[in-house]
């Protein structure tokens, strides 16, 4: 009989910031327990502390650079309710839009097509040296071009609204510094029709990918759990800018509806564990053990009634009818789910700039000032709640946030779970193809740690197996 | 030039420093971009390049600084939204069939990771040098440059 093992697999590579997945073998090679552990922390809420309202939205981009936008917003909606505006005008309201879809594209883009791509392409258990982007590209260089021409796009639309590439300054408390030039708005038009058909052959490729292997897709972290996010007032429509909350059971009966997010704090709690920097919320009313909740695209497909676009919404439901209409417990359909927001993201983009209000000069609203502010998005990865209190001398008293990647915590500990009871149970010897299994399940949450445990860092790839004394007796390590 | 890394992490932001240190002189035929990382789409920037400088923030060097040329190389995997200088060049010529000149500047840090505003005296002083030596060796190589600064 073996002796019980542990493999790490430290940190995990192809996702953001430091991570590592801990696997415990029993006597006869089961799986006993396997862990998603954030190795890392950094204090970002203490480092906001006593910073002035008006520079926070700046400042809070420093606490990601991979999705620096998602904060600068959800700082600017917290911001905007310490000023006491509760509705900007169009102009603004629309600039911060164009800003978000463009940068939701472009995150979702960049995941598909060069994180995720090399598995779905090569196989999960392909060689190591075979499943990257640059095998990849060697077999479709034209696709390696497109999925660079759509992350330009949106990054361009991102510095055109955020007025500058990194540090962007446009979303302000109570609106937004500038407007779109028609010059600026025809060189995106130019382009936009090449972006809708791109997007869509991208789509068809998800798409195609889950229908294939759907004995895969519907194993592979498939397992039920409750369903959160935004979602537009008044129809359910998908709103990733702005919305009430909603959650949904895994039967897709409500949990909440029509959730006023200033109220978050009334419906969600954080629980701490031991092992991990990354805390674990649940909703209240259900508590830790059952109401933990999974949050980004496939989510925010399971809760929306429709999508207001119209390629978009035919996507959601061809996505939909897969599981007649139930929420969708597949890990891997997140895949498609992200694909369907980028078609959504560039119809989106095509509406806003033939909308004249973009060449608007109302841009900032005033109201009467208040202590406290909460603002939440729909960030590419899911739900982002920043949650500020200021003093009297407009300085930060009190930060909280919640980033997409901490709602998910659960939902990923139990896709590494499930893979690694599938994959790796009963298994003499484990090898690199078998681990990035587990590393798959993760990647399709497309997680940022970084934001997670408010640290920036990367993830080589390490690996470590012990023997039940705990002694390390295999290693392999990968650069990140 | 790209300078790239984040402000926001203390000397991790020594890669932007520089590029803003270049900026400021104003240096013809110079395209100067700052990032908070290397990303798939600066292989689109360094395609039309003729010659290209990564300015990085360095950990655990033992100089002030380091300067030396890059290639292409396939094998620097793109293991997450964040690419090396390598990997860059590789999709610049897998994709764009270009493969221009480039070198990576890394200049020494001394604290890095924590959320914090602002280099250390040592990054700073690292940074001095390495300007200099940089604006020696653009006068002496006339070279026209596209300058990329990061540091992460």
Redesign the interface.
């Known amino acids: 009989m073996a002796e019980p093992r542990l493999i790490e697999i430290s940190p995990v ?4 910031g430091h991570g590592k997945v801990t696997i415990h073998l029993d006597a006869n090679n089961q799986v006993d327990e396997a862990r998603l552990h954030i190795v890392e922390f ?3 809420e203490r ?1 906001i502390r006593g910073r002035l309202l008006w520079e926070v939205p700046v ?1 809070v ?3 990601c ?2 999705c ?1 936008v998602s904060h600068h917003l959800a700082a600017a909606k917290a911001m905007d309710g310490i000023c006491g505006v509760d509705e900007l005008p169009p102009t603004a309201e629309k600039m911060r839009r164009l800003m978000h879809y463009g940068q939701v594209m472009q995150s979702h883009v ?1 995941h598909f097509f ?2 995720a791509a090399p598995d779905l392409l090569f196989g999960f258990g392909a060689p190591a040296e075979k499943r ?3 095998e990849v ?2 077999e479709n ?1 034209e696709l ?2 497109r ?2 021409a759509m ?2 796009f949106g ?1 361009e639309i991102i510095e055109a609204t955020a007025g500058k ?3 962007g300054t446009g979303a302000i408390p109570g609106g937004i510094n500038k407007n779109l030039p028609i010059a600026t708005r025809d060189a995106f038009l130019a382009k936009i029709d090449d972006m809708l058909l791109w997007t869509q052959d991208a789509l068809a490729m998800a798409r195609g990918y889950t229908l294939e292997h759907s004995k895969l897709v519907a194993e592979f972290a498939s397992f039920p759990s409750n369903y959160m996010s935004l979602v537009r007032e008044g129809d359910g429509a998908l709103d990733l800018y702005h919305g009430k909350m909603r959650a949904l059971d895994a039967a897709g009966d409500t949990i909440f509806d029509n959730l006023d997010y200033r109220n978050y704090q009334d419906v969600l709690l954080e629980d701490v564990r031991s092992w991990s920097y990354m805390k674990f919320p649940f909703i209240r009313e259900i508590g830790p053990e059952n109401g933990w909740y999974r949050v980004g695209p496939l989510a925010r497909m399971n809760t929306a009634n429709f999508i207001d676009t119209p390629l978009a919404n035919a996507a959601l439901t061809d996505l939909k009818s897969v599981t007649n209409g139930a929420p969708n417990r597949s890990t891997l359909a997140n895949h498609w789910a992200r694909m369907i927001e980028v078609v959504h993201c560039v119809e989106k983009i095509q509406e806003l700039l033939l909308d004249p209000d973009l060449q608007g000069t109302d841009l900032k609203a005033t109201g009467e000032r208040r202590e406290e502010g909460i603002g939440v998005i729909e960030a590419p990865r899911g739900n982002l709640i920043h949650h500020y209190k200021v003093d009297e001398n407009d300085q930060v008293t009190y930060c909280n946030l919640i980033v997409s990647t901490t709602h998910n915590n659960e939902g990923m500990n139990r896709a590494v779970k499930d893979v690694a009871v599938k994959h790796l149970s009963g298994k003499e010897q484990i090898t690199e193809g078998m681990l990035n299994h587990v590393e798959v399940a993760i990647r399709a949450y497309d997680p940022c740690l970084s934001c997670a445990t ?8 390490e690996v470590e197996l012990f023997d039940a004394e705990g002694a390390l007796i295999d290693s392999r390590q ?3 | 030039m790209i300078g790239y890394g984040n402000a926001g992490r203390g000397d991790d932001g020594l890669g932007p420093a520089f590029a803003e240190r270049l900026a400021r002189a104003n240096l013809k035929d110079c395209f100067i971009d700052i990032d908070y990382q290397l990303t798939v789409e600066h292989a689109l920037q360094v395609a039309d390049a003729q010659t290209v400088l990564f300015a990085d923030a360095l950990i655990g060097g033992d100089t002030p600084f380091r300067f030396a040329p890059v290639q292409a190389d396939s094998a620097a995997d793109i293991a997450s939204h964040s690419l090396l200088p390598e990997a860059v060049l590789a999709l610049a010529e897998l994709l764009y069939g270009k493969a221009p000149e480039a070198f990576v500047l890394g200049i020494q840090g001394e604290s890095f990771g924590e959320v914090a505003e602002g280099l250390s005296d040592v990054a700073q002083a690292n940074l001095d040098l390495a300007e200099k030596f940089i604006l020696e060796w653009l006068a002496s190589s006339k070279k026209n440059v596209l300058l990329a600064s990061s540091a992460c």
């Not at chain 1, 590579?13 to 953001?16: A, F, G, I, L, Q």
């Not at chain 1, 408010?454 to 993830?459: C, I, V």
């Open positions: 590579t192809r996702v953001e950094r204090g970002f480092f400042i981009q420093r606490l650079g991979i620096p960049l060069h994180l990257n982007i640059f590209i060697k260089p390696g071009r999925a660079i992350r330009q990054q590439k990194i540090h408010h640290a920036l860092g990367q993830m080589p790839l990968r650069a990140g």
